[in-house]
Each structure stands twice: as C-alpha cells, then as structure tokens.
C-alpha cells in the first residue's frame, strides 16, 4: 500500500520561499504521476501542479504558473513544490498526491492516494 508523507509546510513572509517535500512508500514510485494540491476552508481543493513519469509538468497557470515548481527524484521516492514569490492567497493545507499511469493531470478525483497535507501561512 502506497503511503505519502508531506513536509516542509510553515510560515513565510510574502514574496518569500518554501520547499514542500512528499515522501513515498510502498509502490515503485517511478511509475507513477505525482501531483499537488491545495485547499483553504470552506473551498474546493485546488489543483497546483502534477508531474509525470518523464519529468513532464503541468500547473495551474492562474494561480502558480512562473512562481512554483515540481520536481522529483525517483532514487529517493521523493517530490517536490518549490514555491517562491509567496503570495497572501497562497496560504492552504497542502496535499500531495498519486495517480497510477504516465499522465499528469489536474482532475483530484483521479488521483487514488493522498497525504496528510501539510499547513502553509504566508506573513505580511
């Protein structure tokens, strides 16, 4: 069974950065499509970006394009949101996420596991 464990969340100041790491467990992680989400109480959670197994990307282009970035490393099971150029809207529990297959994607209901999430505040 796969199991993902975020970390990295905490408090930054606007215009500041922070790195999310999701760490994964017991499935060959190579193969599958990772994504991360976001959500804020009271909301839909929100897509932030997925990468495939080729290293390919997407992103929400109105809300992250040009100030995040995923990224993985297979050899250690591990994927990553570098988020720069914090934003007051920014500030969500974090989640990352994993689809069985090649393909990324923004759709949330096709991604079959999930982790605990991880709190991120932005600061004024």
């Known amino acids: 069974q796969v199991q993902l464990v975020e970390s990295g969340g905490g408090l930054v100041q606007v215009g500041g950065s922070l790195r999310l790491s999701c760490a994964a467990s017991?499935?060959?992680?190579?193969?599958?499509?990772m994504g991360w989400f976001r959500q804020v109480p009271g909301k839909e959670r929100e897509f932030v970006a997925a990468?495939?197994?080729?290293?390919?990307?997407?992103y929400n282009v109105n809300s992250v394009k040009g100030r995040f970035t995923i990224s993985r490393d297979n050899a250690k099971n591990t994927v990553y949101l570098q988020m720069n150029s914090r934003r007051p809207e920014d500030p969500a529990v974090y989640y990352c996420?994993?689809?069985?297959?090649?393909?990324?994607?923004?759709?949330?209901?096709?991604?079959?596991?999930w982790g605990q999430g991880t709190q991120v505040t932005v600061s004024s």
């Open positions: 996420a994993r689809r069985i297959g090649s393909g990324a994607s923004s759709v949330a209901n096709e991604y079959d596991t």
């Open positions: 017991g499935r060959t992680f190579n193969s599958d499509t």
């Open positions: 990468i495939n197994t080729r290293g390919g990307t997407i």
